[in-house]
Every structure is written in C-alpha cells, then in structure tokens.
C-alpha cells in the first residue's frame, strides 16, 4: 500500500492580490492613429485635406530621399574608410623603411668613433 504522501501535501494558497497587468508602452502610438496623424500634418502643410493614397505617396517620396542619404553618407564612408587604409599601409611602408634603415646603421662595422679631420 502507498503511504500518504499526497495527503499531507499543502494546498497552495490563492494570491490576496493579484498580480497587475503590464500596461502597454504610452509613448508607442498605435499604426492606425500615426498614419491618420501623418495625414493630420500632410493636410495641415498643404491647406488641404489629403487622401490616403497621396500621404502613402509623400511617405515614399520621404523615404527615397532618406534612402538616398544614406546611401550617399554610405559611400563618403567608404572613401573615407579607404583613404585611411591606405595611409596606414603608408605609414606601416615608412616604419619598415626605418626599420630596414636602423638595421643598417647598427650592421656598420667601421670606426665608431670616426675621428674629425681638422
């Protein structure tokens, strides 16, 4: 036979509060109400009450031009990013030259303390 181990097993009590609903994000404007407010603007800027597909125009036109900003700032990047590749190489080409020259210099095997002829 089975001891009475589920028996004795405590009952878990219920919570007195319960625990509160996460409240949405009040900063986060809901889909609907930002194109209305996109609208809302587009209209106020053109003195005229604007349609959905006119807005939907304007936002792309937006968009594009940020697009091709970016795009723009993307290449000024990369020309920037090579000119400082190739100077590196540049000044890593110089430090080996003194290197190379230092190498030289310590290799002489002169008199090393040539003597000034007066």
């Given amino acids: 036979m089975e001891t009475g181990l589920w028996t004795t097993q405590k009952r878990i009590p219920?919570?007195?509060?319960?625990?509160?609903?996460q409240k949405r994000n009040p900063k986060?404007?809901?889909r609907k109400t930002q194109t209305k407010k996109i609208e809302h603007n587009f209209s106020l800027q053109k003195g005229i009450t604007a349609t959905r597909a006119?807005?939907?125009?304007f936002c792309e036109q937006q968009?594009?031009?940020?697009?091709?900003?970016?795009?723009?700032?993307?290449?000024?990047?990369?020309?920037f990013r090579e000119q400082q590749a190739t100077?590196?190489?540049r000044i890593i080409e110089a430090e080996r030259q003194v290197a190379r020259a230092k190498t030289s210099?310590?290799?002489y095997h002169g008199p090393q303390h040539p003597t000034r002829s007066e």
């Fill in 14 to 21: 219920k919570r007195k509060f319960p625990r509160k609903k």
């Fill in 28 to 30: 986060r404007i809901p």
């Fill in 54 to 57: 006119e807005v939907r125009e």
């Fill in 63 to 79: 968009a594009f031009s940020v697009q091709k900003d970016i795009t723009a700032t993307r290449a000024k990047v990369r020309e």
């Fill in 87 to 89: 100077m590196e190489r």
């Fill in 105 to 107: 210099i310590t290799t």
